[in-house]
């Protein structure tokens, strides 16, 4: 069972990073799925999230306008366009898979995670 994230990596503000997420060993269809982080200090938060199959999105409010969840079932693959990163988005990005189709914010419904992968953001 793995969820393997990837596309991290080093950017300046006001650029750009796609991070994939993809599911092996693990049901991808009829659940859920969100992007959770971590910075520094700080506990895991909330990013997005998407339904199965995909008709309805949830964002944390620090990131709408910016950040767009998407999926492809067909590939087991979810995806976070990060567009104008700041700052403070700097963090550990994990995906999730979540227990009801519809996704959710909260971090305890959801069962399987992926280890993460690293967004620095740079003046």
């Known amino acids: 069972v793995q969820l393997q994230a990837s596309g991290g990596g080093l950017v300046q503000a006001g650029g750009s990073l796609r991070l994939s997420c993809t599911a092996s060993?693990?049901?991808?269809?009829?659940?859920?799925m969100g992007w959770f982080r971590q910075a520094p200090g700080k506990e895991r938060e909330f990013v997005a999230a998407i339904s199965y199959p995909g008709r309805r999105t949830y964002y944390a409010d620090s990131v709408k306008g910016r950040l767009t969840i998407s999926r492809d079932n067909a590939r087991n693959t979810v995806y976070l366009q990060m567009n104008s990163l700041k700052l403070e988005d700097t963090a550990v990005y994990s995906c999730?898979?979540?227990?009801?189709?519809?996704?959710?914010?909260?971090?305890?419904?959801?069962?399987?995670w992926g280890q993460g992968t690293q967004v620095t953001v740079s003046s």
């Open positions: 060993g693990v049901s991808f269809s009829y659940y859920g």
């Open positions: 999730a898979r979540s227990r009801v189709a519809s996704g959710s914010s909260d971090a305890s419904t959801y069962d399987y």
